[in-house]
């Protein structure tokens, strides 16, 4: 089906900043730049610097970068790491393949992880937590931080959607002991490809992540320093990367400028949930706009159905697939909210009459 407002679209993002990529790819080809060269350390001190720390270090992927933060705090088998109940599964994933057990949290009405209820599950081997920001929106830092103070815990920031957000002026991902990011293509900073990174202002964690996503080698005196993997980000994404990070503010911008077009539009609706919470400490960057629905598949197929791409991550929780044998101690909000959730496009592809169709087909559900 072609939709009248895909929930992305790659093409035309390509068209906005043409000139730009086709050079960053000519620059690359001519010089034969494959493998950690120029373009991925110019991107790394960019990176680092827009989200205020000391190091990036450009791996593979998020979940890589989700892996190589909890291998660098040495978890794994036999720790717990308290994780959200909804999230993208790799935030889970990571923990399960160090052989570090999961501990599950419920969310609260933002999405992130209900803080009032991970006291109630830590125990003796619990080592870290994983907030992660779902959607553009930060967890509460502020306290998971004074959590981690009074436990002794790592935090590791999952920070895959909310590269800009802040709280307190403070981004996310520079917090924890390190903050993890993707670059997958439909992320706010997205690659033609995977890809992702680690932000820290921790040395060993930085020099951990460096040697390990080369497999364990120090790459001036080839000297390996454990068994380690292959996860190094492609010089050519670092270099596509470096370009559209300088278009990122513009771009959240603008997304910000839909966000608050929805919000004036249809904040009337008595059914539908928006997706903002009016605390003056945050600065959101609507990765995604996520409403809940109290029609729930009748209302995203009635969008679909009209032309509109929409995404409903995710009806069902991942801790409900049997393959993962992961602990359902029962989630409600989470499972209230999966039945609910429809995240309506919200990209800087968008041009104003799509935004608008977008708001005409909402309300034309409501007045039937
Ligand atoms: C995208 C995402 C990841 C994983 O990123 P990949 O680059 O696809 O591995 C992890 N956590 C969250 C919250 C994400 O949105």
Known sequence: MIYKVPFVDPKKNYQMIRSEIDQAYFDVMSKGDLVDRTHLKSFERNLAQFVGTRYA?????????????????GIGSGDEVIVPAHTFVATTSAVVNVGATPVLVDVAKDFNIDIEKIEAVLTEKTKAIIPVHLSGHMADMVRIMEIAEKYHLVIVEDACQSLGATLNGKSAGSWGLSGCWSFYPFKILGGYGDGGAITTNDPDVALFARRMRYNGEDRETGEYHGHGFTCLLDNLQAAFLDVKLRHLPGWITRRKEIAQEYRNTLSDISDLVLPH???????????????????????SEYLKKNGVEVLTQFRKPYYKHKALKLNDRGF?????????????PINVEMDDDQVVYVIEIVRSFYKK
């Open 332 to 344: 409600t909000e989470t499972e209230d909210l999966s039945r609910e959730v429809c995240s309506l």
């Open 277 to 299: 919470y009016d605390d003056p400490r945050y600065d959101d960057i609507f990765q995604n706009y996520t409403v809940r629905s109290k029609q729930g598949n009748d209302f």
């Open 57 to 73: 270090v450009g791996l593979n992927s998020g979940y890589d970068a989700l892996h190589m933060s909890l291998r660098a705090s």
